[in-house]
């Protein structure tokens, strides 16, 4: 009788997923990446509104040249470099994924330069896993690079889904005559 009530309750875990669109992955660091990203962007909007201010006060005729370009080297650096690193970072973290059953599509969120989400809309065709992943990349959709970390899933099944791992392994296995055949 225990092993009958483990199975029964195996597949009721299984099918309690709803059957409207519900979240199936919501990554543990979007909260973070997006405290970073307003923050860097809000400093660059503020070290652009100091541009005139600053100009005005090391432009004087007794400012050293060298400090002059120091100054702006590091208000430069902060303004617009730091923002930008920061994305090409961030760009491809997957804040949350959206499956909806009723047409096999999932929507996946990132956030652009300005911290806004940006959806994309796939499905499970759409993915591709790349032979050798790039930084900060597990999976491509659309030929589009992103991050996603394993244990974020909330349905550990749909992981699966998306790395192949449900379909038979193909080890491409072929002597060297086979590969010489096919050669024209």
Known sequence: MG??????????????????????????????????????????????????????????????????????????????????????VTKK????????????????STYNLIPTKRKIIFKLEDISIPDVPGAFTSLCVKNTPLLCIPSDFLYPEHYIKFMGYDKPVDFQLRTPKENSKDIP
């Open 3 to 88: 092993k009958q009530s483990l199975k029964n309750e195996g597949s009721a875990e299984s099918s309690s997923a709803p059957e409207g669109p519900h979240e199936i992955y919501k990554g543990t660091l979007a909260t973070q990446v997006k405290g970073v990203k307003t923050f860097s962007f809000g400093t660059s909007l503020l070290g652009i509104g100091m541009q005139p201010m600053l100009y005005e006060h090391i432009s004087a005729p007794d400012s050293s040249i060298p400090l002059m370009v120091a100054l702006y080297s590091a208000v430069g650096m902060f303004t617009f470099v730091t923002p930008f690193l920061i994305h090409f």
């Open 93 to 108: 973290y997957i804040t949350d994924i959206i499956f909806d059953p009723k047409t096999n599509e999932y929507t996946a």
